[in-house]
């Protein structure tokens, strides 16, 4: 079983940057896919990005692209979500998941089968 542990959400003015990542534990971290998903107050849960095994393939919803990257270090069985230019629609709780069945990616939550706690990330205007 896959464990989450995330780190790095905050307070941040609109413009400003965010690092996220998100560490495994347990199954072999470069043998499944990661996603970052985030969920707004009264708003559902959407992916946000996505990146395959070796992170040869990556997925970025249009809201976010030319704006967050995602990366990971095997090595360190890390994924990263790096967010640059933050705008106040991107206040949400973020949350890393795992898709631990798969080397690629899929679009939906349902897919994803281990998930972080979920981390704050406010952006003030």
């Known amino acids: 079983q896959v464990q989450l542990v995330e780190s790095g959400g905050g307070l941040v003015q609109a413009g400003g940057s965010l690092r996220l990542s998100c560490t495994a534990s347990?199954?072999?971290?470069?043998?499944?896919?990661m996603g970052w998903f985030r969920q707004a107050p009264e708003k559902e849960r959407e992916l946000v990005t996505a990146i395959s095994w070796n992170g040869g393939s990556t997925y970025y919803a249009d809201s976010v692209k030319g704006r967050f990257t995602i990366s990971r270090d095997n090595a360190k069985n890390t994924v990263y979500l790096q967010m640059d230019g933050l705008k106040p629609e991107d206040t949400a709780v973020y949350y890393c998941a795992a898709s631990t069945y798969s080397a690629y990616y899929y679009y939906t939550g349902e897919r994803y089968d281990a998930w972080g706690q979920g981390t704050q990330v406010t952006v003030s205007s």
């Open positions: 347990g199954r072999t971290f470069d043998s499944y896919a």
